[in-house]
């Protein structure tokens, strides 16, 4: 088995913190409608355009994958560090990730999509 190329590695990272940024948009979103700000249209509907942006590119990303034949899987978890493994055809990779880097990543891509303009179907 042979390492992955690195276009194979960014489209896999890309994906691990695409999916881990919208999860947490997800989460802002819900906590936006049950929170008690008063004037809280303006970030809905930012969160919203940000989790709409976040989705095409996801739909993307895993339409790519399927074609390059790119499978990321989840590792394993210690205290500060995760672990996924990336598959492509016969070829794999792993990659760990410290908490902070990851965190700064998902910060990172949820910033795009929040400051991203919306883009057409």
Known sequence: MGDLTFNEKKIA???IFLDNAIDVLEAELR????????IKESYINKVTKGLYVGQLERREL?????????????DQTTDNEFTF???AGKRS???SYYR?????EI???????????????
């Open 13 to 15: 990272e890309r994906f």
């Open 31 to 38: 906590g936006l409608g049950e929170g008690s700000l008063k």
């Open 62 to 74: 895993k339409q790519e994958m399927q074609r390059l034949k790119i499978k990321v899987e989840y």
């Open 85 to 87: 493994v990336f598959l």
């Open 93 to 95: 990779g792993g990659e």
């Open 100 to 104: 902070k880097r990851l965190v700064y």
């Open 107 to 121: 910060r990172k891509v949820m910033n795009e999509l929040l400051d991203s303009p919306e883009k057409e179907d």
